[in-house]
């Protein structure tokens, strides 16, 4: 009995010393290093303030406290920084890539240009929940969702997979309502301007994006509609797609559509990275969100964190992947026809 309680002994102090050993390693890979953040989007914008929000707090809670550098990486609705963070970014846990929610979904609606396999990724986690909405101005053609029947609305969007093209895409060819999209804007901050100066009525955004344009609080833009079936909480009388007359099939392909939108603002990091410094990156990233200096910053800048673990990212592609092929190609064809026009 006694020889196996000194068995017993050995191996637990054998795995403190392992796990002490492996911690060191990784202090000592990181001490003196930096970590890339790209931004798959220009400055200005939500994704921009999250990425410089984790750039100014992340070295606190990282081994070998490395210096933190975020880095605009515009392009195709954040495909660009994707595509670069799977195929030509460090392995070692030096990069991470803040990316569109709707950019993992890409391969699997079609898309040539998503060179990556979304299940691949690390995904580090997501710092918040958001929701899409229409921001139009009160003095453009359409003020109500039921118009959209009828009336033209002109939207100014990014590109590929971004919330700002794929949100009115389906809302024009899966669900029949009368909307112009003018893309190739970098990011929020061009789309809004674009509004401004009259380019376009309005244009798909988050919501918290939405709360810091000056629009809706000198009565200049309104909100036209929410991008969930069920409504937001914090959304006030704003329809969503629920308001809209669906048939069984459009309404699984909504589902199936919005599934993105529970991945938040994925933050990921190339495939093949150590699991020490993976797991050191996803403990520094929580860490650094929870803590209360980090929300203080994020709350002076209109950000609400509300994180999402990797498993929850990982399980909502998984829930992409178990959908029937027929309504996954619904919205493959509405896609692909919409990058044809």
């Not at 068995?7 to 001490?31: C, P, Q, W």
């Not at 921009?48 to 490395?66: C, I, K, Q, V, Y």
């Not at 901050?189 to 009525?201: F, I, K, Q, T």
């Not at 150590?274 to 910053?297: G, H, M, N, V, Y």
Request: proline letters at 6%; glycine letters at 8%; aromatic letters at 6%.
């Amino acid at each position: 009995m006694r020889k196996l309680a000194q068995v017993i002994l050995f191996g637990a102090v054998m795995a403190a010393s392992t796990h002490a050993a492996r911690a060191d390693a990784v202090e000592d890979y990181f001490k003196g290093k930096s970590i890339t953040i790209m931004i798959g989007y220009g400055a200005g914008g939500s994704d921009d303030l999250w990425a410089r929000l984790l750039g100014r707090h992340m070295n606190r809670f990282m081994p070998g406290s490395p210096t933190v550098v975020p880095q605009n990486v515009p392009g195709a609705g954040s495909l660009v920084a994707a595509n670069q963070a799977f195929k030509t970014a460090p392995k070692d846990g030096t990069v991470m890539a803040l990316i569109n929610r709707g950019v993992p979904f890409e391969p699997l609606l079609g898309n040539k240009a998503a060179q990556f396999d979304p299940r691949q990724f690390n995904y580090i986690g997501s710092p918040d929940r958001d929701t899409i909405v229409a921001f139009v101005r009160t003095d453009g053609p359409v003020q109500k969702l039921s118009e959209l029947r009828n009336k033209e609305l002109i939207v100014a969007a990014t590109g590929s997979g971004a919330d700002s093209l794929t949100y009115p895409v389906m809302l024009r060819d899966l669900f029949h309502l009368k909307l112009r999209i003018v893309q190739g804007y970098p990011g929020s901050r061009d789309m809004n301007l674009a509004v401004e100066r009259g380019e376009a009525h309005g244009t798909f955004i988050s919501y918290d994006t939405a709360l810091r344009e000056p629009g809706l609080k000198d009565g200049t833009r309104r909100l036209l509609v929410q991008g969930r079936l069920t409504p937001d909480p914090r959304i006030k009388d704003v329809p969503g797609l629920n308001d809209l007359d669906l048939s069984p099939a459009e309404r699984k392909a909504a589902e199936f559509f919005l599934l993105r939108a529970d991945m938040g603002r994925p933050f990921v990091a190339p495939p093949g990275v150590p699991a020490d410094r993976l797991a050191a990156l996803r403990k520094a990233f929580r860490d650094t969100l929870l803590d209360a200096a980090t929300q203080e910053d994020a709350s002076r800048q209109g950000l609400n964190v509300s994180l999402i673990s990797p498993d929850e990212l990982m399980k909502t592609l998984d829930a992409a992947y178990r959908f029937d092929e027929k309504t996954i190609d619904m919205v493959r064809k509405t896609m692909q026809e919409a990058e044809k026009k």
